[in-house]
């Protein structure tokens, strides 16, 4: 299980009268099986926020560690391999492939994986299923609407079964319906034991979390 806990963290972007600093001393833990959302106005600093725990971003100064390991005190090829196996990504805009079938984008995470590509393709599929799209492995992101595209977006993040879900606004693009069905699955993959941090600007979507960060300022209010 994977306790996520943050000391301190500051990110600053440039230097001397130029700078801006996008969050400033900010301290949290999130137990494993947590459900988490991050709120804010826009330019407050949450999806920096995720992006450093995603291991995306480093911070200015601060510490990082996930189950007492200080994240940012490893090698990048070590962070690699902690971001491949502990974490899924889920981004607002998709960020499908529009070239490859939903069973291929579905697999990208599982590039470096040690298995046969017919293992890899059975475990995109049953990603799929596990999102309700079983049928549609073989369409291409433009033959589906954008409610399922999220929804392959989410079978890519928990295709390697990570501990960690990391959502950025996952409902952002999609309509109010589409949007509540999208979230009910988000709560089934908690349910399920798996910890979830998800970035919002929704109101009613938050609540679907056990606790809300909220970020004014770069600042965790």
Do not use: C, W
């Amino acid at each position: 299980m994977k306790r996520i806990k943050a000391e301190g963290i500051s990110k600053q972007y440039g230097k001397g009268e130029s700078a801006v600093t996008a969050l400033r001393e900010v301290s949290f833990a999130i137990d494993a099986g947590e459900f988490v959302a991050v709120m804010g106005e826009s330019g407050s600093g949450k999806s920096t926020l995720l992006s450093i725990v995603g291991t995306l971003n480093s911070p200015t100064s601060g510490k990082l560690t996930v189950d007492g390991t200080d994240i940012y005190a490893l090698g990048k090829d070590a962070r690699a391999d902690f971001r491949r196996e502990s974490i899924g990504f889920v981004f607002q805009n998709f960020n499908l492939i529009p070239y490859l079938t939903l069973a291929e984008n579905v697999m990208l995470p599982l590039a470096i994986v040690k298995a046969s590509r017919a293992k890899k393709k059975e475990m995109a599929l049953a990603a799929l299923e596990r999102v309700g799209l079983s049928q549609k492995g073989g369409r291409l992101p433009s033959q589906i609407s954008g409610g399922e595209q999220e929804r392959v977006a989410i079978a890519r993040a928990i295709v390697g079964r990570p501990p960690i879900i990391l959502a950025d606004e996952p409902t952002g693009n999609l309509d109010s319906r589409t949007g509540k069905e999208i979230m009910g699955l988000i709560g089934a993959l908690n349910d399920e034991g798996m910890t979830i941090v998800m970035v919002t600007h929704n109101a009613e979507y938050a609540e679907h979390a056990r606790r809300v960060l909220r970020v004014a300022d770069g600042v965790l209010a």
